[in-house]
């Protein structure tokens, strides 16, 4: 582990300037992931800038009735506010399916956003990683792959994102607020995870330096109804090999509105759009719920170990589907 | 002599087996006082940091080591061009020559994760930033490390275990079957998994060797430690006082003693080497893979006329070892013909060893699950079939039961988890989403004890302080043997003074086998007999007895000797998704007599917990491509969390050994065995499919 200078900042734009002076700076939330990757060397920052004392924890409402969780905000904060579990249950539902009680009790839900992919090749410094090392190669194509990405993957890379909580703000259409020194900026989610391509070290689209100051919930797309389910090896404490979060409103039969997110399955949380329009007006049915599934999955690139995962994400969101149609 | 007849924990002092009494060092590890070997403090002491090949097979071309030196606090480099040379004959009784001790001998590089340089620091810190530092270069050779039994390298096992069996014709019995199964199954690699990192501290004290080390035998380690460094076995001496478990990976010597040891000599610095748990999954044996065909054939009535168990498992051309899956194919059902095989396939891994319950856990889950099918296919009930099976004597070696509980376990477990009018056809009870499954199965598990030596000394104010080489790996047997000395003292608890985990005492057995209280009980026992003998002539005190139990265990009878156990879960499987969750898990076990329940019970428990692991999550991953464990931490390699583990009911029936003089079996491992067959059968109740590859992961499961 590389040593490295540790500071607290007092408020955000000491913070940022903290960063910004020094060529490997980095901000330190719950130090969950972060830390973890420090001590085997895949990430080696000089500065670690400590920003669990600024102004950023907390739940609250805005004047657009949008629900503003802060960036520092513990996982365990965020899931037990009683707005989130009441609009948006899947939120909360996926953060406590995620790690364990101590982490979560550490883990921010900025730091949660920005976690790195559980890939063990990524994780081991003598493997070929192109996340980890551009242009070095991808040891998990032909390597164990067996909890890897099916969709949005390319050759440089088959990793998926481990996070819980992002898909169930995928589904939300959250937004995430970030500030920089040049001021503040919001990017939704959709757009927040940038596509694998042959870049698969550039994960988001936050700028350079910019720190997430709060993730916003549109009220617009509270759902009540909403679910999130995990299926995993182990009851807990294990990262998904596939994950649902859905919600569903059902008019007389037929689908109204539908959202769909997945998790464990691609290098980000992955909004079924295909499956959502192949739905919208149809009935609510599980022949269709599966047909839908069938149709988003129609682009799934399986490798030798993971096809198992098309089968489990179609299964899934019938069984998701059916569930919240009651 | 003076009795103190007082209130312990609510329980009368006396007799003290049989009283469910707390651990005493219960309260030490609660509050964060027990000393486990890296709490020890030692002046100026120096720590180590393991640099481990990232190659699975090929040649060291160079070290640079600059850097590493030129590093704060770095106290030196030892690999293989300085390292001490170590005698290559050194091994086990069992196996011979085990390579896996040489570490730093030579440039070859024979597995991943091999330890190829020990880099020594005045802090932790600063050994492992100069670790990082070592740049080691390999010349990379083609490794092999695909497993099966069609490997070309495939040859017999040792027979240290006793010979292939090869009672009648099986041939013929099969041939003459009503109702033939023939399977193959296969079980992966696992880990041992135990808590406490291995740890060693240590240092020279004149010419005597010192180590705080975490093993399951401070003698036999000393013993094997001073081979290994061509030292008298008196200049070496092993202690330590907590082992935070073992299941086996603890049993030798392991290469945090020999690097730490090598460190402290070369450098004449006391220094303790902690491995990481990457490390302890890297350098220190995993049960190996095996790839088992049974073969049963059976009469209409369900009588079984052969029993053929082949195993294959893989080693390390390192060194041998005996994964003996096919223990209870000889012992566990009377059959007309039993032939058992045993073969290895030498691959570049790191050499396997014992991990809980070796043999029995995955041989158990290929017999009792081929069992489960031959009930399918007689169209019965499973447990109803292994009633029609009991053997009057050993189905192979002819030689009498001494306690033979199998049948009691089969129906105390059944009748405790309500197995009567069980429907025996499979995917017949579906609630909401979930299919709803129950399997049973059972095992024997080999007891014996065997020699000790122990001393037991009359003090001058009444009291008795034994000693004993034996060691407490979290299972409660300081506090067993206490009182299975108080017993045969015939005084209370307070009476007793225990010592104990220290090679320097003299020879005893390991905390290994399941036969740790059997060995140590009876050279207790022994040396009190000796000892109260000696003070019926009212000798002055202090006065000291040792007993050694060589003579009486070699002079036993030849019998066979088994503890036994029943097993019974409940599973839901979602087949849509591929989970299996365990509901229930009831077991009953005939474990000899039981020298305190509590401990005993608890024991069985976290057995059968390793179990449903071992059913449902365990696995070793290897990289094909790189040769390397890829999973070697508790983040990717799955065992049970808590959620996972559902009520689970351990209990014993009544059960007495009459071969040994305190009636004991050995409750260890026997909790881990009979689960995971009887969780993949209950898999094959609930969806009509048979589970022949552990682990049951969702991916083998799931349904289109």
Redesign the interface.
């Known amino acids: 582990?590389k040593?490295f200078a540790y500071s607290r900042a007092n408020g955000v734009r000491e913070a940022l300037v903290m960063v910004a002076e020094q060529e490997n700076g980095r901000f330190l939330g719950g130090g969950t992931n972060l830390v973890d990757l420090m001590k085997r060397?895949v990430e080696a920052p000089d500065l670690l800038v400590d920003v669990r004392s600024l102004p950023l924890a907390g739940v609250r409402e805005d004047d657009d009735g949008d629900v503003v969780i802060g960036a520092t905000t513990t996982n365990s904060d965020a899931a037990a506010h009683p707005e989130v579990r009441r609009r948006y249950p899947a939120l909360s539902q996926a953060v406590l399916a995620g790690a364990s009680g101590q982490l979560r009790n550490v883990a921010t839900v900025a730091g949660n956003l920005l976690q790195r992919t559980?890939c063990?090749?990524f994780a081991?410094l003598?493997?070929a990683c192109n996340k980890r090392v551009p242009g070095s190669g991808c040891?998990a194509l032909?390597?164990?792959h067996?909890n890897h990405a099916i969709l949005g993957t390319s050759p440089s890379c088959v990793a998926t994102n481990p996070s819980d909580m992002a898909v169930s703000l995928m589904l939300f259409d959250a937004v995430v607020h970030y500030e920089t020194l040049d001021g503040e900026g919001e990017i939704p989610l959709s757009r927040f995870y940038r596509p694998v391509g042959d870049t698969p070290h550039v994960e988001t689209a936050l700028p350079a330096g910019a720190l997430i100051t709060s993730v916003r919930l549109p009220r617009a797309t509270a759902g009540e109804r909403s679910r999130y389910r995990k299926?995993?090896?182990?009851?807990?404490?294990?990262?998904a090999?596939v994950s649902v979060a859905a919600d569903l409103e059902v008019r007389a039969g037929r689908v109204h509105e539908v959202r769909i997110a997945l998790g464990g399955v691609a290098s980000h949380p992955w909004r079924a759009r295909i499956a959502e329009e192949e739905l919208r007006g149809g009935p609510a049915v599980p022949e269709r719920f599966r047909a839908a599934a069938e149709a988003e999955l129609a682009a799934a690139r399986a490798l030798p170990h993971n096809g198992?995962k098309v089968?489990?994400a179609r299964?899934?969101i019938?069984?998701v589907l059916t569930?919240i149609a009651g | 002599m003076t009795t103190h007849p007082q209130v312990i924990d609510g329980l009368g002092a006396t007799p003290s087996i049989g009283s469910p009494r707390t651990r005493v060092e219960g309260e030490d590890k609660v509050s964060g006082k027990a000393r486990y070997a890296g709490d020890v403090q030692v002046e100026r002491l120096a720590h180590g940091a393991v640099v481990t090949a990232t190659v699975a097979r090929g040649r060291i071309s160079g070290i640079d080591d600059r850097a590493t030196l030129a590093s704060p606090g770095v106290i030196g480099v030892i690999d293989h061009r300085n390292a001490l040379r170590l005698n290559k004959e050194t091994g086990s009784p069992f196996f011979g020559p085990d390579g896996q001790l040489q570490l730093l001998q030579d440039d070859r590089v024979s597995h991943g994760g091999q330890p190829v340089a020990l880099v020594v620091a005045e802090t932790p810190e600063q050994a492992r930033a100069g670790a990082e530092l070592l740049r080691v270069s390999c010349v990379e050779e083609p490794h092999d490390i695909a497993f099966g039994p069609n490997h070309q390298a495939v040859r017999p096992a040792l027979t240290a275990f006793g010979p292939d069996a090869d009672k009648g014709d099986l041939e013929a019995e099969l041939a003459a079957s009503a109702v033939v199964v023939d399977e193959r199954y296969m079980t992966p690699a696992q880990h041992a998994c135990a808590m406490e990192p291995h740890t060693a501290t240590v240092w020279q004290e004149g010419v005597v060797l010192r180590a705080i080390d975490s093993n399951q035998a401070p003698y036999g380690v000393a013993a094997t430690l001073a081979t290994l460094f061509g030292k008298p076995l008196p200049e070496v001496r092993v202690q330590c006082e907590q082992v935070g478990g073992g299941f086996g990976s603890k049993t030798g010597v392991g290469p945090q003693l020999i690097l730490a040891t090598m460190a402290a000599v070369l450098l004449d610095r006391p220094v303790r080497v902690a491995l990481t748990r990457e490390e302890v999954f890297l350098t220190t044996s995993a049960r190996p893979r095996t790839d088992q065909r049974v073969r049963l054939g059976a009469d209409a009535g369900g009588r079984l006329r052969a029993i053929g168990h082949e195993a294959t498992f893989e080693i390390s051309g390192k060194a041998e070892f005996i994964e003996n899956c096919v223990e209870i194919a000889k012992t566990l059902y009377a059959a007309d013909a039993i032939r058992t095989r045993l073969s290895v396939v030498p691959l570049d891994i790191l050499p396997v060893a014992s991990v809980r319950a070796p043999g029995t856990a995955p041989g158990s889950f290929a017999l009792e699950s081929a069992m489960d099918e031959l009930a399918e296919r007689l169209e019965m009930d499973p447990l109803e079939l292994r009633r029609r099976n009991e053997p009057e004597t050993g189905p192979v070696s002819g030689l009498p039961f001494t306690s033979r509980r199998f049948q009691l376990c089969l129906t105390e477990g059944a009748r405790r988890f309500g197995w009567a009018g069980r429907d025996h056809r499979p995917r017949r009870t579906r609630q909401g989403r979930l299919l709803v499954g129950t399997g049973m199965a059972g095992t024997s598990f080999l007891t014996t004890a065997f020699p000790s030596s122990a001393t037991i000394t009359a003090e001058p104010d009444g009291t008795f302080t034994v000693a004993i080489a034996a060691i407490d790996i979290g299972t409660g047997a300081r506090t067993a043997l206490r009182a299975i000395a108080a017993d045969a003292l015939g005084v209370g608890w307070d009476s007793v003074h225990l010592k104990i985990g220290d090679s320097a005492i003299g020879p005893a057995w390991q905390s290994g086998g399941s036969l740790g209280t059997t060995s140590w009980g009876w050279a207790i026992v022994a040396a009190a007999r000796d000892l109260l003998a000696r003070l019926e002539s009212g000798p002055a005190l202090p006065v000291s007895v040792t007993s050694d139990t060589t003579e009486e265990i070699m002079s036993r009878p030849h019998r066979e000797r088994h503890s036994y156990s029943a097993v019974f879960a409940e599973v839901t499987v979602d087949p849509a998704t591929g989970e299996v969750r365990v509901r229930r898990l009831v077991g009953r076990f005939a474990v000899g007599r039981v020298v305190n329940p509590l401990m005993v019970r608890s024991q069985l428990t976290g057995g059968m917990v390793m179990g449903l692991s071992i059913a449902l999550q365990e696995e070793i991953v290897h990289d094909e491509a790189s040769g390397r464990h890829v999973n070697a931490d508790f983040a990717d390699y799955h065992f049970a969390a808590n959620a996972d583990v559902p009520f689970i009911d351990a209990d014993f029936v009544d059960d007495h050994e009459p071969d040994d003089p305190l009636g004991l079996k050995g409750p260890g491992e026997i909790g881990t065995v009979a689960v995971a067959a009887a969780i993949a059968n209950a898999v094959w109740h609930a969806t009509g499919k048979r589970q022949r590859e552990l682990p049951i992961r969702l991916d083998r499961v799931i349904e289109d």
């Open positions: 582990m040593e060397g559980r063990a090749f081991d003598s493997t040891a032909a390597g164990v067996h299926v995993r090896e182990r009851a807990s404490y294990a990262f090999t198992y089968t489990l299964n899934l019938q069984s569930e």
